[in-house]
């Protein structure tokens, strides 16, 4: 099955769930929030509002998804054809991220405008999407139920969230620069501020680092989850 025809199928699974009907409520809840914000406090709630938009969606709607899809044995009929592993969870990436851009910029035209720095801004929800829906896929294949889930996605999640207190000046150190979300942090300040191209290429490197590792890790769990299912390896083929 082609990634486009996993995507389309993702697409409309999540329209099926309410999940457009629910973020489009939780979108009209943050703009009225960030109406009320003084605007020499704006910039910095916005890049942390949109840090938190992709990262929650990603790592929650994820993992919740593939329990779904797991309870409604969706994967006995999926897992029947040839479909790549690979497919699969680029097809989860792509669709969340659609939603997490869709919604950060239904948050950031209301209450600032146009980003300053709009690609940047872009790839900053779109890595950071990526990089949480795989850890929340990584976390629901480990897990067996949604409070097993929770507790998992939580513990992955909370060592990648450090850097957040550098961006509040609580507790500042050089290696938060080792961190996924250092560079989600500073490609989304595009939205307030012009990105060096210096700063710009470290940001894309080390998500893109992070997500070749997660995204290894969720391969491995998936071609493990299948196998116990179907007892063969077509689904690893690239």
Same mark, same amino acid.
């Given at each position: 099955?082609?990634?486009?025809?996993?995507?389309?199928?993702?697409?409309?699974?999540?329209?099926?769930?309410?999940?457009?009907?629910?973020?489009?409520?939780?979108?009209?809840?943050?703009?009225?929030?960030?109406?009320?914000?003084?605007?020499?406090?704006?910039?910095?709630?916005?890049? /942390?509002?949109?840090?938190?938009?992709? =990262?929650? $969606?990603? #790592?929650?709607? *994820?993992?919740? !998804?593939? +329990?779904?899809?797991? %309870?409604?044995?969706?994967?006995?009929?999926?897992?029947?054809?040839?479909?790549?592993?690979?497919?699969?969870? /680029?097809?989860?990436?792509?669709?969340? =991220?659609? $939603?997490? #851009?869709?919604? *950060?910029?239904? !948050?950031? +035209?209301?209450?600032? %405008?146009?980003?300053?720095?709009?690609?940047?801004?872009?790839?900053?929800?779109?890595?950071?999407?990526?990089?949480?829906?795989?850890?929340?896929?990584?976390?629901? $294949?480990?897990?067996?139920?949604?409070?097993?889930?929770?507790?998992?996605?939580?513990?992955?999640?909370?060592?990648?969230?450090?850097?957040?207190?550098?961006?509040?000046?609580?507790?500042?150190?050089?290696?938060?620069?080792?961190?996924?979300?250092?560079?989600?942090?500073?490609?989304?300040?595009?939205?307030?501020?012009?990105?060096?191209?210096?700063?710009?290429?470290?940001?894309?490197?080390?998500?893109?680092?992070?997500?070749?590792?997660?995204?290894?890790?969720?391969?491995?769990?998936?071609?493990?989850?299948?196998?116990?299912?179907?007892?063969?390896?077509?689904?690893?083929?690239?």
């Amino acid at each position: 099955m082609k990634t486009w025809k996993l995507f389309i199928f993702d697409m409309r699974f999540q329209w099926k769930q309410r999940f457009y009907v629910v973020y489009l409520f939780v979108c009209s809840v943050y703009v009225g929030i960030l109406h009320a914000i003084p605007d020499s406090h704006l910039g910095k709630v916005l890049v /942390l509002l949109t840090f938190s938009d992709p =990262s929650a $969606l990603g #790592l929650l709607l *994820a993992g919740g !998804i593939v +329990l779904l899809e797991r %309870g409604q044995g969706i994967w006995n009929s999926l897992f029947a054809t040839p479909v790549k592993l690979w497919e699969y969870l /680029l097809a989860k990436c792509l669709s969340l =991220s659609l $939603l997490s #851009l869709a919604a *950060a910029f239904a !948050i950031h +035209l209301p209450a600032s %405008g146009w980003p300053v720095s709009p690609l940047y801004f872009t790839l900053g929800i779109v890595l950071t999407s990526f990089f949480f829906t795989l850890i929340g896929i990584a976390a629901a $294949l480990g897990s067996h139920s949604i409070n097993g889930f929770l507790i998992r996605s939580q513990a992955y999640a909370l060592v990648f969230v450090l850097p957040v207190l550098g961006y509040l000046n609580v507790f500042d150190t050089p290696l938060y620069m080792i961190f996924p979300s250092q560079g989600s942090l500073l490609l989304l300040s595009g939205s307030v501020h012009l990105l060096s191209h210096e700063d710009g290429g470290y940001a894309i490197a080390v998500l893109v680092i992070w997500i070749g590792i997660v995204g290894s890790l969720a391969m491995r769990l998936l071609s493990a989850t299948v196998r116990n299912t179907d007892g063969g390896r077509r689904h690893e083929q690239i």
